[in-house]
């Protein structure tokens, strides 16, 4: 597509719920990366893939947290069990190659999905 | 650890003002920095991204400078419009991950 694409663009749900957040990321985009951010602070690092390869899950903050890119393109991150404090705005970007490559690894930002748990 | 540092954290001027953000970060070993714009209930949208080789990158009215020794990227955005009213960001990669600023809100009023 033309774009990263995210779905869905608002999510309500019920503490104790699981919910599924889904990236589709620039066709032909290598890298895809999950970020959060909270109200008034920059977004912080999820996890990232490099194809289907989950290389980095290292911001994950708890096992609740989990992710797929099972065939290299659609990422989904998925919440178990939902709490209150998982309330924020979830990004996905995706870029051509890893950072540090050199110029092809310009990031691009979906909308992200706003994520209220109530 | 990689730090990134925004200053401001927010600003207001009127309009036609010519403006400096400012980003500094820790670490100088970095390949690239990035500046991104934030509006509100929308996504992130790149506005430039300057290899580590270059000292200035120019899109429009906005110009990014970066000098790795001090660790430091300035954007600066030219004859401000009301449009340009947002959170700025930057950020720089680390690894396999960016780093991210807690960023810059602006806004330019008529």
């Known amino acids: 597509g033309a774009g990263v694409s995210q779905s869905p663009r608002y999510k309500v749900t019920k503490r104790g719920q699981d919910v599924a957040l889904r990236c589709d990321p620039i066709?032909?985009?290598?890298?895809l990366y999950w970020y959060r951010q909270a109200l008034g602070q920059g977004p912080e690092f999820l996890t990232y893939?490099?194809?289907?390869?989950?290389?980095?899950k290292s911001g994950l903050p708890n096992d609740r947290f989990s992710a797929e890119r099972p065939e290299g393109s659609i990422s989904t991150l998925t919440i178990q069990r939902t709490e209150q404090r998982d309330s924020a705005m979830y990004r996905c970007?995706?870029?051509?190659?890893?950072?540090?490559?050199?110029?092809?690894?310009?990031?691009?930002f979906g909308q992200g999905t706003r994520l209220t748990v109530v | 650890k990689q730090e990134v540092t925004q200053i401001p954290a927010a600003l207001s001027v009127p309009e036609g003002e010519n403006l400096v953000l400012n980003c500094s970060f820790t670490?100088?070993?970095?390949?690239?920095l990035q500046w991104f714009r934030q509006d509100p209930g929308k996504g992130l949208t790149s506005l430039l991204l300057?290899?580590?080789?270059?000292r200035e990158q120019t899109s429009g009215r906005l110009n990014a400078s970066l000098d790795k020794s001090s660790g430091r990227s300035t954007l600066y955005i030219a004859a401000s419009q009301p449009g340009d009213s947002a959170t700025y960001l930057c950020?720089?990669?680390?690894?396999?991950?960016?780093?991210f600023g807690t960023g810059t809100r602006l806004q330019v009023f008529p």
């Open positions: 970007a995706s870029s051509l190659a890893p950072p540090g490559q050199g110029r092809w690894t310009e990031a691009f």
């Open positions: 066709s032909g985009h290598v890298s």
């Open positions: 893939f490099n194809y289907e390869a989950q290389q980095d």
């Open positions: 670490d100088s070993a970095i390949y690239n």
């Open positions: 300057i290899q580590s080789s270059q």
């Open positions: 950020a720089v990669p680390n690894t396999d991950k960016l780093i």
